[in-house]
């Protein structure tokens, strides 16, 4: 899928996964120029949802790609990742990406799952809820590598880690470059 130019993905909603995209294996998603996911909502991945199924680790994994203005706003998942949720999946998130006002259980703003996120240039994560833990991130077992000019602000979590929360073998790398 490629979304580009003023594209809206607005009140999107699914009893399931993926409220306003769900991607799955061997799949991929680029997403940029001005596009915008808000008011969504699911189980997990209110606004996206990148997953390779346990059945398929002979299949790449899925990847989303997204820059250049894209804005995942006001989403809200139940159980993990009200923006962005990766589950076994790979995310690069650049030039002014944002992420804001979304509310999960855990991850209200990204969850990276056994999986592995690159945030860069320019990427802001603010005023993100969890209910559990990691307001603006939760990374279980994932990979998580934040370099020059993100922000991650005004972030809250019920229990641990308002900002970022990381279990099981988590792994953050940041750097300004």
Known sequence: LVARGNVSFEDCAAVGDGGGLRVGSASSAMLSDDVA???CSARVGAAVLMVRGALDTAMPVPTLV???GVVFRDCHAVEVGGGISLLNARGELSDGVVVEGCS??????????????????????ANNTASDNGGGLHSRAGVVTLTDRVTVEACTAQFDGGGVYLQEAAQL????D
């Open 37 to 39: 996911v808000s008011g």
């Open 66 to 68: 997204a820059h250049s």
């Open 104 to 125: 999960a259980a855990d991850g209200g703003g990204l969850h990276v799952e056994e999986s592995e996120l690159v945030a860069q240039r320019g990427v802001t994560l």
């Open 173 to 176: 790398h940041a750097s300004q």
